[in-house]
């Protein structure tokens, strides 16, 4: 029996591994998109900050270690393009070479996590997300060398509080976009205003009722007609299955 997983994060990795432990026998193979597999994800942002300071602290196992404990067959950097349901087939490319393949499957996992929300329009200024170790490389080589540099972080949800605060914690002067009334919107209000203060306290310019409509040539325009001069946006906007 030969099993594919598509996906080779958080969910993915964990049916790979619990799958193994259920069946010795059976064939387990995994195509992952990004450049790296099972890695630390709630420690991205802390990354950014410094309290995590090691890059490969947030490595927690590659395909190299995967087969030789899980005897998983992983590959990263392979996009699966189709998906032949009849013939029980996928078909994945191999994003180095450009190449394309055909790989037949028993079982098929889906564990593709999210999309972003659809890109921030506009060029001039970086628009990275935070939800990969390419991303969070991306940050830092933005942010090496600058003494006080001006950050947006659209949406203040989980995500987007967390990076607000490493970034104050890199001594970046930072903007916080959010659409709604108040940030992390699953809470009630009263407990928000607590994490208003905060912000307040931390010197964090907070824009409510108000979203990034483009970037220009080192400036944020948002939706409200206000501009903000910035040297990088991290977008925290909130993601689709």
Do not use: W
Request: proline letters at 4%; hydrophobic letters at 45%; one cysteine or more.
């Amino acid at each position: 029996m030969r099993t594919i997983i598509i996906g080779g994060v958080a969910a993915g990795m964990s049916a790979a591994t619990r799958l193994r432990r259920l069946d010795e026998q059976r064939e387990i193979v995994v195509f992952e998109r990004g450049s790296h597999v099972s890695f630390a994800n709630c420690g991205l942002p802390y990354y950014v900050g410094g309290v995590i300071e090691n890059r490969s602290d947030l490595l927690l196992q590659t395909p190299a270690s995967l087969a030789a404990r899980f005897a998983l067959e992983v590959h990263v950097r392979h996009e699966v393009t189709a998906i032949d349901i009849a013939a029980k087939a996928i078909t994945v490319r191999d994003l180095d070479s450009g190449t394309d393949r055909v790989e037949r499957y028993d079982d098929l996992v889906l564990a593709m996590g999210a999309t972003m929300s659809p890109g921030i329009p506009g060029r001039g200024v970086p628009v990275i997300s935070l939800r990969s170790v390419d991303d969070v490389d991306a940050i830092t080589s933005v942010l090496e060398g600058m003494r006080s540099p001006r950050a947006v972080v659209a949406g203040a949800g989980f995500i987007g509080v967390e990076a607000v605060e490493n970034l104050v914690a890199r001594g970046a002067h930072v903007t916080l976009v959010q659409r709604g009334r108040q940030v992390l919107s699953p809470l009630d209000p009263e407990m928000a205003a607590p994490v208003h203060r905060a912000l307040a306290e931390a010197g964090v310019d907070l824009r409510l009722g108000t979203t990034v409509a483009e970037v220009r040539d080192g400036v944020v325009a948002l939706s409200d007609g206000t501009v903000i001069a910035a040297d990088l946006v991290v977008d925290a906007r909130g993601v689709r299955p």
